[in-house]
Every structure is written in structure tokens, then in C-alpha cells.
């Protein structure tokens, strides 16, 4: 078992330290927050800085959860002080901040995990096995709606609606997580095209977003992320042989399982159910046993970075409305 500091405690925050209570792998000895209400809110022991958290020889670990543009200088400053590293996504929002967080925790020698736990989701480990042993045949299309409309609820000055603290909002909400598992499956994005607008809403960053990415091996992803409407969440791979189509019940906040088709060449429609699993913690304690020197964890440093690369070319398309080419890596 490690020692973990969860650092920010607005709502994911929040969820985490819930969501770890009686975790056999990780241990939430500290909350950070700045803010008395927020501290209140956990039965943890807290602390009002950062800099408490990485000065505790106690805490082998810190989890993330703060707005995406202090997430590449407290990776560094946690590898600095020798803690293994779990951030929520995304990782960075340029690729210049990905390249600086992943050689700290490099020349560290610290684990660096990430808040994409859609890829622990049962269903979509079904779908990359089905991709990994060819029974789809080569995957040609990545198609992802990711919406849900939890925003709504936020105050204006929330920093989850500013273009500053969260550019392109509806990627960095929701649709950053379809960017991942398009990486996953269909492997190094080189080209995006975005297109963001706000037309339900006022939030500043945008409420409706539609992303087309190309990959390598001219494969394609076409991702659509909104702000305003109730939850969807669908995933649909199609390839030369076959196709699979996930659907969530609920949002990963709350997980009421996932309904699977795929669809064989030859073969009748195979539909199934897999009950709710929770993925928030499984990704976590990934990245705990790895910290402690267990099994490596199953997301790479080379995929975090990609998709960092992925999320600053669609931020910049979003801006200039013509397709952007994504950073080597």
C-alpha cells in the first residue's frame, strides 16, 4: 500500500478520496485544498498547500485533481521531492509542458499515471483485445460521443468554464477521454480538425465541439463532446471485418454498466451487458502497484505525451477553423 495526497477537493477530488476509502492499494492520508469548505468536506486529515503534501515524508504519492494549466510545474515539483505522480487529465494543454512533466518523472525514477480510466472499463478491454487479435480486421474508423450536461450546475466563475484555466472546454471535460482511446486503438494521431461553438450556453470555452483526427496508416477518429445536453456515452470501432459499438448506461462518475454489440462478418450480432465496475478506482490503483514496484502501468508515457500532442492541435484548430498537424512524439 502507498500513501497518497489528493490535491484539489471540488467535486473529482472529492470522488477519489470516496471512491478509495477501503482501497488495499492506496492509502488517502492527506486532502489539499486552500479552501476551509472544500477541507471540511473529507474525513482525511487535510492541509491548505501544496507544498505540505510534498515536504511529508509520510506521503509516498500525490493525486491531482486542479485545474489543467498547474498540472505540468506540480508533476515537476513531485518528482522533485521524489513522489510518484497521478494526474488527472488532461496531463498538460501544450505539448512543450508534456515534454517537461515526462522527463521529470523520468529523471525521477517516479510513476507518472493519468486519469484515463475509460480505458479500465471492462467493455473497452473486450474492444482492444477484438482489435489486438484481428477478429475486427484492420480498425479503419474510431467513432466517440462523450456530452453530458453536469456543467450546467457550475457557477459562471468556475474554472472549469474559463478558456484560460480549461481551453476548449468540451475536450478538456469529456472529449480529451475519446482522444485517448482513439490513441489506444488506432495509434499515433498526425492530423486534427476541429470546430467549437458556443450555442446553448455562455460558457466562454465553448459548449459544442466535433473533432476529426487522422492516424497513421490513414486510419480515422471522429470525436463529438457537448456541455449542454443529458449524458451520452458511445464508442463505435469499425473495421474491415467487423464492428463493436459500446454504450455507457451513465456517466464514469456514477457507472451503470455498459451495453456491447459487435458484429462479425458471418456471424449474427452478439449483444452484452457488463455490469458497472469501478474504473476511477481501478486506474488508480494501477498506478499505486506500479509505484510499488508491481506489474507496470498499462498506459505509456509515449501515449500520455500523444495525447497532449492531440489536445494542443485541436485547441489550435478549434482557434484558426482549419486543420492542424499534431507534434511528433
Known amino acids: 500500500m502507498i500513501n497518497a495526497a ?63 494549466r498547474v498540472h505540468s510545474e506540480q508533476i515537476v515539483a513531485a518528482a522533485g521531492a521524489g513522489k510518484h505522480v497521478f494526474c488527472e487529465k488532461p496531463l498538460a494543454t501544450t505539448t512543450e509542458e508534456a515534454t517537461t512533466a515526462i522527463a521529470a518523472v523520468r529523471a525521477a525514477g517516479v510513476q507518472l499515471g493519468i486519469g484515463h480510466e475509460r480505458r479500465f472499463e471492462p467493455a473497452v478491454l473486450e474492444l482492444r483485445e ?8 484492420i480498425p479503419l474508423v474510431f467513432e466517440g460521443n462523450f456530452s453530458q450536461d453536469k456543467f450546467l450546475q457550475l457557477e459562471p466563475d468556475n474554472w472549469r468554464l474559463s478558456n484560460a484555466e480549461a481551453p476548449v472546454g468540451p475536450l478538456s471535460a469529456t472529449g480529451i477521454h475519446l482522444v485517448d482511446l482513439a490513441i489506444a486503438l488506432l495509434g499515433r494521431p498526425t492530423e486534427v480538425s476541429a470546430r467549437l461553438s458556443t450555442q446553448a450556453t455562455t460558457f466562454e470555452n465553448g459548449d459544442t465541439l466535433t473533432v476529426t483526427m487522422g492516424f497513421e496508416k490513414d ?10 445536453t443529458p449524458f451520452i456515452g458511445r464508442v463505435h470501432v469499425i473495421g474491415s471485418q467487423g464492428w463493436v459499438e459500446i454504450r455507457d448506461r451513465e456517466h464514469p462518475e456514477d457507472p451503470q454498466g455498459w451495453d456491447v454489440t459487435t458484429v462479425l462478418r458471418g456471424s449474427s450480432p452478439c449483444h452484452r451487458f457488463y455490469e458497472p465496475h469501478p474504473t476511477v478506482r481501478d486506474n488508480i490503483e ?27 492541435a485541436i485547441s489550435r484548430s478549434a482557434r484558426s477553423g482549419r486543420p492542424e498537424n499534431v507534434a511528433a512524439t
Not at 477484438?130 to 480486421?137: E, N, S
Not at 499505486?288 to 508491481?294: F, I, V, Y
Request: aromatic residues 6%; contains cysteine.
Open 6 to 68: 489528493v490535491i484539489g477537493l471540488g467535486w473529482w477530488g472529492r470522488k477519489v478520496v470516496a471512491d478509495l476509502a477501503d482501497s488495499p492499494h492506496v492509502n488517502i492520508a492527506l486532502g489539499v485544498d486552500s479552501q476551509e469548505q472544500a477541507r471540511a468536506s473529507v474525513a482525511v486529515p487535510t492541509a491548505c498547500d501544496y507544498e505540505s503534501a510534498l515536504a511529508d515524508p509520510a506521503i509516498d504519492a500525490v493525486i491531482l485533481c486542479t485545474p489543467h
Open 286 to 312: 494501477a498506478f499505486a502497484r506500479a509505484a510499488a514496484g508491481g506489474e507496470p502501468y498499462p498506459v505509456s508515457l509515449e501515449d500520455m505525451h500523444a495525447n497532449v500532442a492531440a489536445f494542443e
Open 130 to 137: 477484438l482489435v489486438r487479435t484481428g477478429q475486427i480486421g
Open 219 to 228: 486510419r480515422t477518429a471522429m470525436i463529438t463532446a457537448v456541455l449542454t
